[in-house]
């Protein structure tokens, strides 16, 4: 294929989620032409993939959404934690409202991108031999896109159906009186559990670690009530909110330490945290201490296995699911919001294998084989996770300009400039990615604040005629410097987490996410831009 054949962009963007929507809506703006290539066959980013039973966010209405006032005006969600049919109904609404058909193209899997010096462009291909050439190169695929499947041995002998969370059948399963082994008590696991629980005949949850789940506390809306709040200035007050917090929510940890409070302070702040409000705020709402001292964590998984207990009679579950001493500590790894899922766990019908004492030592035509013995099951749901944060990008065969892929750059650990961009490869950002902030925020906020870094950054290489635009080395080793400090600082590195890669064997365990919160990290950003781009080196036309 001749090269004139190919089609020229200015910016390509991977992926048809929040980072994509909001960055195309932004660089049209500005005047530049803007393509999306989606692997799925709609919008929605996650949501296109996440299907499974029970699957739905675990933030609040109303900033799980774009923050554009022009949307949210016409649209109000019906719950304060959105399903996934209904953040489906959002996008298509979204697209329609903004447009975003006509610069979108679905099926389209990113295959490999090389960036050619000569013409100062990347040429990007797609697995059905569709190729781009793209000034700007901006993978927005997000953190889990690389789903993990234990290699289990004989999971092929397997003679029943087998089902992964990731990629979950659009058109649903039935799974009514069916007997069902399900691995894995990460987010989608808890979600799966809680909504199957009540309908299979017999439910085997493989657990390696509990979840420190935190109760959603979930309620219908009331549309009139939202009306109102919009009207009052409400919905931009608490979305302004997220500029200012740690973690990109609505709410922050309070600036005092555990042990200022009397007992008796501390178990009401707790109850009202916990029980009252529900969600995250016992995770991101408690004192400043609880993430940083171990003592001061172990006064908040002792309040927190008291409220467990509450919930489940049978004691050998008791002890597997909220054990006198924590696997680790509380908080280090990310709770899932749950609305039953202790009381189903809890049913007869449901039991669990601590995959520790007792791992799977093979699937067989009819069932697992542990140490216990053998369990018959119909139907195995793998809810096994992503090889998050790295593996979405390091799948790709994006070349840099020394010959290597992201995967080659990364061999030695994983290293980027401020979360965002990487030295030798030039004009590519990525957003809700590694070593950003991702693993420790709301979804939404984070891509919202990158993408206007993005945003500001276009509009300078709009004003100097930037053609060329890299991370400096310096950048990349001085953000590595941070960050692991940042993580140091920590009770993080004391869990066996995807946060650093730990749920992958083999993998180097190491600090994915910034965890110096999100105010210092989009501060990071807007000072490269404001001392003269310092951390990138860049060329414009007239150089070139």
């Not at 049919?85 to 409202?97: A, I, Q, T």
């Not at 330490?257 to 009397?262: I, P």
Request: aromatic share 14%; proline share 5%.
């Amino acid at each position: 294929m001749g090269s004139q054949q190919i089609e020229e962009v200015d910016v390509l963007l991977v992926g048809a989620g929040f980072s994509s929507f909001t960055l195309l809506n932004r660089l049209r703006k500005l005047g530049f032409s803007v393509r999306i290539f989606e692997k799925g066959s709609a919008a929605s980013g996650v949501w296109w993939w996440n299907c499974y039973p029970g699957a739905r966010v675990d933030t609040d209405t109303p900033i799980y959404q774009l923050f554009d006032k022009e949307l949210w005006e016409d649209f109000t969600f019906t719950e304060r934690y959105v399903g996934w049919k209904e953040l489906r109904r959002y996008f298509d609404y979204v697209e329609k409202k903004w447009n975003v058909r006509d610069h979108t193209s679905f099926n389209m899997n990113v295959d490999s991108a090389v960036f050619d010096e000569s013409r100062q462009q990347w040429l990007v291909e797609c697995a059905d031999g569709t190729e781009i050439y793209a000034r700007w190169f901006i993978p927005c695929i997000g953190f889990a896109s690389k789903r993990y499947t234990p290699p289990f041995p004989g999971l092929g002998n397997f003679k029943g159906d087998i089902y992964h969370t990731a990629v979950w059948p659009q058109h649903g399963v039935n799974l009514k009186g069916k007997r069902v082994a399900e691995i894995g008590t990460g987010a989608s696991g808890i979600q799966v559990i809680q909504e199957i629980g009540p309908v299979v005949k017999e439910l085997t949850v493989f657990m390696r670690t509990p979840n420190m789940c935190l109760p959603m506390n979930q309620r219908k809306l009331d549309p009139k009530e939202e009306e109102e709040k919009k009207k009052s200035g409400w919905y931009e007050r608490e979305m302004e909110k997220t500029r200012h917090t740690f973690a990109g929510f609505t709410y922050d940890f309070v600036q005092r330490n555990t042990f200022d409070d009397t007992p008796e302070e501390r178990e009401k702040f707790y109850h009202n945290l916990m029980v009252d409000h529900g969600g995250f705020m016992f995770w991101l709402a408690t004192y400043k201490d609880m993430l940083f001292d171990l003592k001061a964590n172990e006064q908040a998984y002792n309040f927190w296995r008291r409220q467990v207990l509450k919930r489940i009679t049978d004691p050998k579950k008791q002890e597997l699911l909220a054990p006198k001493v924590p696997p680790h500590p509380w908080g280090t790894k990310r709770p899932s919001l749950e609305q039953r899922f202790y009381e189903v766990i809890d049913q007869p019908n449901v039991s669990i294998v601590d995959i520790n004492k007792s791992p799977i030592e093979e699937v067989t035509a009819t069932g697992l084989k542990t140490k216990e013995g053998h369990v018959e099951v119909d139907v195995i749901i793998l809810a096994t996770g992503f090889d998050s944060v790295t593996g979405s990008l390091a799948q790709l065969n994006i070349q840099g300009t020394k010959g290597g892929t992201i995967a080659d750059h990364w061999k030695d650990g994983t290293r980027t400039a401020m979360g965002i961009a990487m030295p030798e490869f030039p004009n590519m950002f990525f957003l809700y990615g590694p070593q950003a902030p991702t693993a420790f925020s709301s979804g939404p906020s984070c891509t919202q604040f990158q993408a206007e870094w993005v945003e500001r950054t276009f509009q300078m290489i709009k004003d100097k005629g930037i053609t060329r635009l890299e991370a400096t080395q310096e950048s990349e080793d001085d953000w590595c410097k941070r960050l692991r400090e940042e993580w140091d600082a920590t009770l993080f590195p004391m869990a066996k987490s995807w946060y650093q890669g730990a749920n992958i064997p083999g993998r180097k365990v190491e600090p994915l996410n910034w965890a110096g919160g999100m105010v210092e990290y989009v501060a990071t950003l807007n000072r490269s831009l404001d001392n003269d781009l310092q951390g990138w080196k860049y060329a414009t036309a007239v150089q070139s």
